[in-house]
């Protein structure tokens, strides 16, 4: 067994785990990054960065890696609805959010992460592709053990960042559980040839059992999302499921009835369906020797779309602390700590609520955001909680957290 030894092993090889790579690499530290794929592939989920997470991507300095792999600015979103006509639907322009950064961008994750991980390696990061099996060893010898090429090997490091994701192979090994709630369910597949779709123009929107969105990445292509109920979790599985899928973007909610998107638009990736957990971890997501990042630290209901943004901040914060501090110790982590559980408490907060207006569907839930709509256009500020999209958390008003502010907002009298 070969053994090799470096400041971090980082272990998941996604956009947490890239930009961490590319950053510490780039100040000065030895880097290890295992990613088991050989090759990215298509992952369907994690392609929307909120204007508040490209001003992390700024700070990384991968942004420009993130351009470079196919971002793509969408500058305006409607919010369509079927207790709207069209062309009633509120359209906001998302580029004066956070200065110096303009609108959220769009973009096939596959390509970015490999556009970030090879910015790794140029700035002197070892990055292996195709590392299978990584079994983490915590404490004050922290290593990592893999195969690669049906060869063992062994990484020993002063700290391991895991950036594994959902599937939390690195929290698994050292001791980190997590309490799950499902809300509804998702898929997602890629698309070309929607070129009547405005490209600067994202959608999101509810009409009988879907809530569906339209994410723009350029030049007639596009991410498509569907929200719906669990109990109809089977819909889209099986043959035919990518073509039913796209039926169903023939929606009246849409100004031509949705026929620019499923008339024209032709897959260019797989389809996927997934349960929208939140994830929250029952133990800390710092050890000795080992500190999670990203979704595998926990996470909010995707329908907030602020993922990548969480796992940017996540890597900034961690990173700043190897680069600044000498002591590596769960202890030099607690600034860490005590911002994301904020920031989480807030986002898990916002998307229950996101998902309550525009993920519960029947006729109930339908009168619901009838009368929701109705407030928010009597009061602007009653909108607070779609600031979420575009800035921090810490910068959005606190009055938007109380349960007194959700109770107003879903109550049964108008």
């Not at 590392?131 to 990592?144: F, I, L, M």
């Not at 994202?202 to 991410?223: C, I, L, S, W, Y």
Request: aromatic share 8%.
């Amino acid at each position: 067994m070969s053994v090799e030894y470096t400041d971090v092993v980082i272990v998941g090889g996604g956009m947490a785990g890239t930009s961490a790579a590319a950053y510490l690499s780039a100040n000065g530290l030895s880097v290890v990054l295992l990613e088991k794929q050989e090759r990215y592939a298509d992952i369907v989920r994690g392609e929307w960065f909120a204007p508040w997470g490209m001003k992390e991507a700024q700070r990384l300095g991968v942004d420009e890696a993130i351009a470079f792999g196919g971002g793509w600015e969408i500058r305006e979103w409607t919010q369509w609805d079927e207790v709207v006509a069209p062309d009633e639907a509120e359209t906001v322009d998302m580029t004066h959010f956070v200065p110096g950064v303009g609108g959220p961008l769009g973009f096939p994750h596959h390509t970015v992460c490999e556009a970030i991980a090879e910015q790794a390696a140029d700035t002197g990061a070892k990055v292996v592709m195709g590392a299978q099996r990584c079994e983490v060893t915590a404490g004050p010898e922290p290593s990592v053990r893999y195969e690669l090429d049906g060869e063992s090997h062994e990484v020993r490091a002063r700290i391991i960042i895991g950036a594994t994701g959902r599937g939390g192979r690195v929290g698994r090994q050292i001791g980190v559980s997590m309490a799950t709630s499902v809300h509804h369910w998702g898929g997602g597949v890629r698309v070309e040839g929607i070129d009547d779709w405005p490209m600067d123009v994202q959608a999101m929107g509810t009409e009988g059992e879907k809530n569906f969105m339209v994410f723009p990445q350029g030049d007639g292509r596009a991410r498509l999302y569907i929200n719906f109920p669990t109990h109809n979790k089977h819909r889209y599985r099986g043959a035919g499921g990518i073509e039913r899928f796209l039926a169903d973007f023939e929606l009246s909610a849409l100004p031509d009835g949705g026929k620019s998107v499923y008339a024209a638009a032709k897959p260019i990736g797989p389809l996927k369906v997934w349960p929208s957990i939140t994830m929250r971890p029952e133990q800390s997501i710092v050890t000795q020797g080992v500190v999670l990042v990203g979704d595998e630290a926990g996470n909010a209901d995707t329908v907030l779309g602020t993922g990548l943004s969480c796992a940017l901040r996540d890597v900034r914060l961690v990173c700043d602390i190897l680069l600044k501090e000498s002591d590596w110790s769960p202890e030099a982590f607690r600034p860490y700590l005590k911002e994301r559980e904020f920031r989480m408490e807030r986002l898990v907060f916002g998307a229950s609520v996101i998902s309550t207006l525009q993920c519960e569907f029947g006729p109930e839930a339908t009168e619901r955001r009838r009368r929701a709509r109705r407030l928010m256009a009597e009061n602007p500020a009653a909108q607070v909680l779609g600031l979420l999209n575009m800035v921090p958390p810490e910068e959005v008003p606190e009055f938007g957290f109380s349960e007194f502010f959700a109770e107003r907002l879903f109550r049964e009298t108008a």
